[in-house]
């Protein structure tokens, strides 16, 4: 099984930069990619960034490409997301999820259905 647990969410305000992280526990050796996703009210979760865990390759949604960057602690077994130039509509729940499959395609289409999900935590932008 694993474990990840999402932290740094709150409130900051439109231009603004917060860094989220995430802690990969249990059996981490098992984990392929790792995402970062995100869900506002009424809206379907989405995923924004996605790497290959302990990897080098990384994919982005356009609507974050420039402004967020998903890097990771392979000694902590953390994985961030510093985002940068934040704005009122990036107002959500931020989730992390670890998949142990070895699919790159997971990653690289930003799929939601990955095995193990954080409990989230809540992102605020004010304008």
């Known amino acids: 099984q694993v474990q990840v647990a999402e932290s740094g969410g709150g409130l900051e305000q439109a231009g603004g930069s917060m860094r989220l992280l995430c802690k990969v526990s249990?059996?981490?050796?098992?984990?392929?990619?790792m995402g970062w996703f995100r869900q506002a009210p009424g809206k379907e979760r989405e995923g924004i960034a996605c790497?290959?865990?302990?990897?080098?390759?990384?994919h982005y949604a356009d609507s974050v490409k420039g402004r967020f960057t998903i890097s990771q602690d392979n000694v902590e077994d953390i994985l961030y997301l510093e985002m940068t130039k934040l704005k009122p509509e990036d107002t959500a729940m931020y989730y992390c999820?670890?998949?142990?499959?070895?699919?790159?395609?997971?990653?690289?289409?930003?799929?939601?259905?990955?095995?193990?999900w954080g409990q989230g935590t809540q992102v605020t932008v004010s304008s």
């Open positions: 999820a670890a998949d142990p499959r070895f699919d790159w395609s997971a990653c690289s289409w930003l799929r939601t259905d990955f095995g193990y």
């Open positions: 249990g059996l981490s050796s098992i984990v392929y990619n």
């Open positions: 790497s290959e865990w302990r990897g080098s390759m990384y």
